[in-house]
């Protein structure tokens, strides 16, 4: 069974701190590796999709990073703000199936 | 925000009974999944589909079934609920757009409680 493990499992952080997370995933057989948010009461939200060793996305104050030959993403968080808080979530996409495997998440508050 | 809809939101039943959690996209995606979720624990997929008339089981041991008759609709139905279905489930859709997993659209869930 293939394991996506993310750490830290939670955290608080001040308003204005950054602070990053981690996705480790299985080196091999990747396809793409997907980052979403789950605010409490609503549905996940995609992030960013990623596909290449070494991408890097951005969307505004967040920002990930890829790298597939040794099974790691972070996601980065630049001056978190209170509406920042929520449930991070990673999912792994490898190839040969349309299956999605995702981590148990990183549960953020930022404490204004 | 993501047309994909569930229902019921909340589901309260007994023992025993039959019952059927809906989930309708109007995205037209082909790919469509079940997840559930027990608190404080990670995503399980339960089911999903490629397409009309294909469905497969997912990782997660479930008791339930799914149908896949149009590209909007999977339903899925559990035939005699139990307390330990208790869970929150979700259902996803995506595409499959130039040879990439695009990103998955979630509806709100079903939070289901048996008694």
């Known amino acids: 069974i293939l394991n996506v493990e993310q750490s830290p499992q939670s955290l608080h952080v001040q308003e204005g701190d950054s602070t990053n997370f981690t996705c480790s995933f299985p080196s091999s057989n990747f396809y793409a590796l997907h980052w979403y948010r789950w605010e409490t009461a609503k549905s996940p939200e995609a992030l960013f999709v990623m596909t290449l060793n070494g991408d890097e996305k951005k969307k505004g104050r967040i920002s990930a990073t890829l790298n597939t030959k040794e099974g790691y993403s972070y996601l980065y968080i630049k001056g978190s703000q209170p509406e920042d808080s929520a449930t991070y979530l990673c999912a792994f996409f490898y190839s040969g199936t349309y299956k999605y495997i995702f981590g148990t998440g990183t549960r953020l508050k930022v404490l204004a | 925000e993501a047309d994909i809809y569930q229902t019921p939101r909340y589901l309260v039943i007994g023992t025993g009974k039959k019952i059927t959690l809906e989930c309708s996209q109007t995205?037209?995606?082909?790919?469509m999944y079940w997840y559930q979720q027990d608190p404080g624990m990670e995503l399980h997929l339960i089911h999903y589909?490629?397409?009309?008339?294909s469905t497969e089981k997912g990782d997660l041991s479930s008791e339930s079934t799914v149908s896949r008759i149009r590209t909007e609709h999977f339903p899925l139905t559990l035939e005699s609920a139990r307390p330990s279905h208790t869970s929150q489930y979700l259902c996803?859709?995506?595409?499959w757009g130039a040879g990439v997993a695009t990103e998955q659209f979630f509806g709100p869930g079903t939070r289901l409680t048996v008694l």
């Open positions: 996803a859709s995506s595409e």
């Open positions: 995205m037209g995606h082909d790919k």
């Open positions: 589909s490629y397409g009309v008339n």
